[in-house]
């Protein structure tokens, strides 16, 4: 007892961070449609009050889509916010980090990967450290601020000496998307900020959004209509049909359409059905009026295509939710899983749309000749073999002569990249991607071993150490005789290792410099065609893998 007195006393003691704290007004607020707001994280211009009803008035003081973006090379990263009085810190169905708090992305590769969160404990000023321990070097970074409450101050502290700088400009034909809507597209019921699906969406697309959603009251009036108007978007995404009955869709829609497009003739707008409820299986009427609102909706929809309006665009409530009833929290607000959904389904709409490419990553397959790689002579002799021909824009590869195979390589010096690919394997196979092969082949394997006793995603050494990860579960994330999605990453040295197979971290290795041993620290890329080996079934004659879709980016 006496011990742990003296332990809890010591923690008591022990002095806070030395923390020095930065303004955010010489920052970037992206986010925010007006300049000229009564408040700086208010999301309605001064102008709209009084114009407006009074529950969209009040809910656009809420600060939901608000993000700053900074850099800075600092170890730990702290907030002191406080929130406007009025404001629940949290709601029934949803946590008080979603309501009130404060979420951290880095910049990572290209792509934002979340790092850290503020979670309120208190009424008044909250003070949190978002992350520690990171390693110095500059990095960017993406805060998003409260879904459902009202921020009032915002200050990032940083230790003494560490400086607050503002971020790569966007591009400049990157004008923000603005979504206009209700509850569910303000981010009702999200357990961070930048899980409502819109902020998803930007950081997907690595594009601007601005939030107009307000929690029921997202009923397409003029004056908002008119409003959304002042703005230059590259596109208008329309998700309001949960606050309108069926007759009000019908009614109301058409004009709101017509107000942004006599403004905007050529701006893409994109129609939003009703998303289905998700216990409308075993409830029949809760099928009514979703089913009803988007009859209306593709009504609305057919007749401006009809009429000639070629950048009028449609969501199908069955891109929206995954149809198992578990990504909701009531049956119509989300969880984080339903807001995924969300945007993973809308964002082949808004690629196609905004022509949104995969930035940063450079072909290493033409899809139409092998130019560039070559059979790997330098291997031993059991392993020079192997067929490779381009075939309908895939790159396929087999045994050649029987029981014969190697490498196809690609003769670069690779060291730190995401390399991503597709990759279709008939059963039984044995292959591979290696990475950082030198001339004698000496590299690291990400096993593709599609057989009797398959270990997919393991890390294999050729001709050093052999394996130094296994993985034999790796084969239930593969779907079969379908193509699959893969990533590698690699970096450092000892490099660590990873792999996602359709979406799913599969491997996440550390090597050491004992079990890196005799692998160049760079080198080239590689696929396998396995020769057989003794009684192992590694190969069926006449099967193929297939790959296509190769593409690199090289880290720093």
Known sequence: MRLLLLATLAMAQTPPLETRWHPVTNLPLEGKGWTQTKHLYDRLPTNAEGTVRSPVWSLGRNSAGLAYRFTTSATRIHARWKLRPGGAMALPHMPATGVSGLDL???????????????????????????????RRKREFLLYLPLYNSLDTLEIGLPPGD????????????RPIVFYGTSILQGGCASRPGMAYPSILGRMLDWPTINLGFSGNGKSEPEIARLLAELDPAAYVLDSLPNLTVAETAERVPP????????HPATPIILVEHVQY?????????????????????????????AGDSNIYYVGAWQLFGGDGEDTVDGVHPTDLGFLRMAQGMAPVLREILNAKDDGFTP???????????????????????????????????QDPPGKGGFLWLDRKYGNFILKMEAKLDYPVDSGVFVRVGPDGKSHQITLDYRPG?????IYLPWTQGYVARNPEGVRALRKDEWNDIAIRVEGEPARIRLWLNGYLLTDFL???A?????????????????????????????RVRFRSVRIKELD
Do not use: C, M
């Open 105 to 135: 992305y880095v910049r990572d590769a290209g792509e934002w990967r979340w790092t850290g969160y503020g979670r309120p404990d208190q009424q008044g000023v909250q003070e949190k450290i978002l992350v520690h321990g990171l390693d």
């Open 163 to 174: 400086t607050l700088d503002t971020p790569p400009a966007r591009p400049a034909n990157r």
């Open 256 to 263: 709101f359409i017509q107000v942004l497009r006599e403004r």
């Open 278 to 306: 998700t216990d409308s299986g075993p409830v029949s009427e809760r099928r009514v009026k979703p089913a009803g609102a988007n009859a209306a909706l593709r009504s609305i929809f057919n007749s401006r295509k009809k």
């Open 364 to 398: 290493l397959f033409d899809g139409q000749t092998l130019s560039g790689w070559k059979v790997h002579d330098g291997l031993p002799k059991e392993h020079q073999g192997g067929k490779w021909w381009v075939e309908d824009g895939v790159l396929n590869g087999t």
């Open 454 to 458: 398959s270990d997919i995603g393991a």
């Open 511 to 513: 090597h050491t410099e």
């Open 515 to 543: 079990t890196t041993k005799g692998v160049p620290a760079s080198g080239g890329i590689a696929l396998q065609v396995h020769p057989d080996a003794g009684k192992l079934t590694l190969w069926k004659g006449g099967n």
